[in-house]
């Protein structure tokens, strides 16, 4: 398989990144467009073709990713709409809130349509660690499990509704910033526990693996293993109060909702 990425700023930058690092496709099977020299060169040093041209990416590769601010898609697709072959490649498209109507709308020849997906990763795509969701748009079954197993050799993966994409940018993609974030401030309390801030970083995040763990491998609710280290007046369940009491679930949740409204 051949595949083409568009655009490497953060999120397209880091899905090349996990292609690389992966092996699911092959570095000469690889090929990178954007407009910067430098992200040009860093990956042509990774063994992969760089190139400016947009055109010249999308031609010949079995799927092409067009992974650019939404605002930018319609000028790219209508750009590279002469040289795709709507009967041999498909497109996917990671573009938070741009619709399937839309991108249809823009590469429409008045004949077949290319097969569609509408995708949503996270940035630890780099890392072969992503949530990643998947809306399938006019493709059939075997094409969406080829999309499929892609993504799932850089993480996990969900084939989900396109109505359920905003959910998930703002559980997973958006989400990814909502744990930092819980890193840091566990972080930074632990500097005022007195533990220097590298070290505390450091025992936040083993933390939090280790929590991951756990409940991956026992399959239980959070909440059921939460009960086993909290002790009838101990100090664990002294510090889960004095969250909820600061609103923690409820500003979590709160989160979640102001990200899928935006």
């Not at 590469?107 to 809306?135: C, R």
């Not at 059939?140 to 940018?169: C, N, R, W, Y």
């Not at 220097?196 to 936040?204: L, N, T």
């Amino acid at each position: 398989m051949k595949i083409s990425i568009i655009g490497a700023g953060a999120m397209g930058g880091a899905l090349t990144e996990g292609l690389i690092k992966g092996d699911y496709i092959k570095n000469e099977d690889i090929c990178v467009a954007d407009p910067s020299r430098s992200s040009r060169d860093h990956f042509s040093n990774l063994g992969i073709t760089a190139t400016p041209s947009n055109q010249l990416a999308a031609q010949g590769a079995d799927v092409v990713c067009v992974v650019v601010k939404p605002w930018l898609v319609e000028q790219v697709l209508k750009g590279i709409k002469d040289v795709l072959d709507y009967s041999q490649q498909m497109l996917i498209v990671v573009a938070a809130g741009v619709s399937s109507e839309s991108i249809k709308a823009w590469l429409d020849k008045g004949s077949d349509m290319i097969p569609i997906f509408l995708v949503i990763p996270n940035i630890a795509i780099a890392q072969l660690q992503s949530m990643t969701f998947v809306a399938p748009v006019v493709a059939e079954p075997q094409q969406t499990e080829q999309v499929k197993a892609l993504f799932d050799s850089m993480g996990q993966t969900i084939i989900t509704e396109e109505s359920h994409l905003g959910a998930g940018t703002t559980l997973a993609s958006c989400g990814i910033a909502y744990a930092m974030r819980y890193i840091r401030a566990a972080a930074e309390g632990g500097v005022e526990l007195g533990f220097k801030a590298d070290e505390a970083k450091k025992i936040v995040m083993q933390t939090m693996k280790g929590a991951v763990e756990l409940l991956e491998s026992s399959g239980l609710h959070p909440e059921a293993a939460i009960d086993l280290v909290t002790t009838p007046g101990g100090v664990t369940i002294k510090g889960l109060n004095e969250m909820e009491h600061a609103g923690f679930t409820s500003a979590v949740i709160r989160g979640l909702k102001a990200g899928a409204k935006s």
